[in-house]
């Protein structure tokens, strides 16, 4: 198929069209076309898109850009709200999100769209000022998880935005080292190597750190096994508290471990449950996701969490991954392990007009309002006992 060169002027040689809620035959032909010239991560795989238009979105606009041949070369999936002042005739608009607390715990992170790798940059500036002018007009639009650099380059820097959200993400970049021992001295701090040689050392006695990996039939079992462990970690906050959350998970592991795209990994040492491991394996990347440890030894010395991702790192590498990625979050142990670290950050843009003036006016005035409330001293009245 050919494609519109790098050096083609693309707001002249292209099309860009949106589409309400298109039968998903057609959504899957489309982005299926495309992932073999992206490159895609695991959130902007069909794997995963795919599974979150089956099990959450009913109601998504597809936004789609086509080279002068009719090629597709950028697509996105938006979903649209209800602002959340509730003003009549204002939206909020979610890019692969859908703007719902309880669905969007599945947290998608390296949000983008899907472009074509050779017009990503030229792309992704045209579609969102598409999306902006066609799409959005009075609304917000809410673009996230993503890596700052595909922020600065969203081609939205006059419009009105503002961050919600921001975290960093640590990763390992594999391909740097020619063997595992030569990542350890690199990359680990003296202290760090001594932590996990001693954890090992005591993990030994128990009789050795072993990964039981779970197939598909084993799904069920995995995520029961899992639950306690993560809920006393997490409590309210914990995707285990969530049914929708499981469903999604649920059949993304009963597909994914069967094409080795999810690995479900019990961690154990001879009789001890150390915890449990869900990661995904996808175009050269180990992604951890998700972890669920037993933190109630008594031994200070136990390291589950760090050992463990210790011993992924090694099996990523030997088996020739490119990066094994922590993704966001900036804990401890992922600073101890990374070689690499990168801003994320989730941000509303709004054309500026004269009805966004209105609504950020009101907004801010909302803010304000709550903050004085929480701040005021409880009144004579609330005092008073009968």
């Known amino acids: 198929m050919e ?113 074509d790798a050779e017009l990503s940059d030229q792309l992704r500036p045209l579609l969102n000022q598409y999306v902006m002018d066609n799409v959005v007009k009075r609304g917000g639009f809410s673009i996230g998880v993503s890596k700052q650099e595909v922020l600065a380059h969203s081609g939205l820097s006059k419009h009105s935005q503002r961050t919600i959200w921001s975290t960093m993400a640590y990763r390992v970049n594999l391909h740097r080292y020619q063997s595992f021992s030569e990542y350890e001295k690199q990359t680990l701090s003296k202290n760090a190597r001594y932590q996990i040689r001693r954890s090992k050392k005591r993990y030994q006695v128990m009789g050795g750190v072993k990964f039981t990996h779970y197939s598909a039939e084993q799904v069920d079992q995995f995520f029961k096994d899992c639950a306690p462990y993560h809920l006393e970690r997490w409590g309210k906050s914990s995707g285990f508290n969530n049914p929708k959350f499981l469903d999604f998970h649920h059949r993304l592991a009963m597909k994914g471990v069967p094409q080795g795209i999810v690995q479900l990994v019990k961690v ?53 991954f490119e990066y094994y990625d922590f993704m966001g979050g900036e804990l401890q142990y992922k600073r101890t392990l990374s070689d690499e670290e990168m801003s994320l950050e989730m941000r509303v843009y709004r054309n500026i007009n004269f009805a966004n003036s209105i609504k950020l006016a009101i907004d801010h005035a909302a803010v304000l309002r709550d903050r004085l409330t929480q701040s005021s001293p409880p009144t004579q009245s609330r005092k008073k006992k009968n």
């Open 3 to 115: 494609l519109a060169s790098p050096q083609t002027d693309l707001s002249t040689s292209m099309t860009i069209e949106h589409i309400d809620t298109p039968d998903l035959t057609l959504v899957r032909e489309l982005w299926c076309e495309l992932e073999n010239r992206a490159p895609s991560n695991v959130f902007l795989s069909w794997f995963w898109i795919g599974t979150w238009l089956e099990v959450f979105v009913t109601d998504f606009i597809l936004v789609v850009a086509k080279s002068e041949h009719g090629v597709p070369i950028g697509l996105g999936i938006i979903v649209k709200t209800p602002s959340s002042s509730h003003l009549p005739g204002f939206e909020d608009y979610h890019l692969h999100r859908t703007g719902q607390r309880d669905l969007d715990q599945i947290w998608i992170e390296y949000n983008d769209y899907l472009l």
């Open 268 to 320: 154990s040492a001879g009789e001890h449950h150390l915890g449990y491991i869900y990661n995904f394996h996808f175009n050269g990347c180990a992604y951890f996701y998700l972890s669920a440890f037993d933190y109630t030894f008594t031994d200070k010395h136990l390291k589950p969490g760090l050992v463990t991702h210790h011993m992924l790192i090694e099996a990523a590498q030997k088996s020739g």
